[in-house]
């Protein structure tokens, strides 16, 4: 079992920047990949990135590509989501999994956090 907790969302204006953080613990994860998806009111939640625990190539979204950045601690079991040049459009809750394989695929993951609202005001 892996736990996941969310934290650092909040209100930002367009442009603004926000670092979620992505506590995880229980059993070992280090093979897992990690992704963040967000979920906006009314639509399905999609991807925003994906990455192996252990390192390597990190894949994103199109739509969040060169504003966004993943990165991890290992020592303190953290994932980070560092959201730049933030936009209205990028308003929703965010979410960090933890899943067996690197893909896009929400339904591929099989742990994930209670979410984090990001609003991103015009």
């Known amino acids: 079992q892996v736990q996941l907790v969310e934290s650092g969302g909040g209100l930002v204006q367009t442009g603004g920047s926000l670092r979620l953080s992505c506590a995880a613990s229980g059993r070992s994860f280090s093979s897992y990949a990690m992704g963040w998806f967000r979920q906006a009111p009314g639509k399905e939640r999609e991807f925003v990135l994906t990455m192996k625990w252990s390192g390597g190539t990190t894949y994103y979204a199109d739509s969040v590509k060169g504003r966004f950045t993943a990165s991890r601690d290992s020592a303190k079991k953290t994932v980070y989501l560092q959201m730049n040049s933030l936009k209205p459009d990028d308003t929703a809750v965010y979410y960090c999994?933890?899943?067996?394989?690197?893909?896009?695929?929400?339904?591929?993951?099989?742990?994930w956090g209670q979410g984090t609202q990001v609003t991103v005001s015009s």
């Open positions: 999994a933890a899943g067996r394989v690197v893909t896009s695929d929400v339904r591929q993951y099989d742990y």
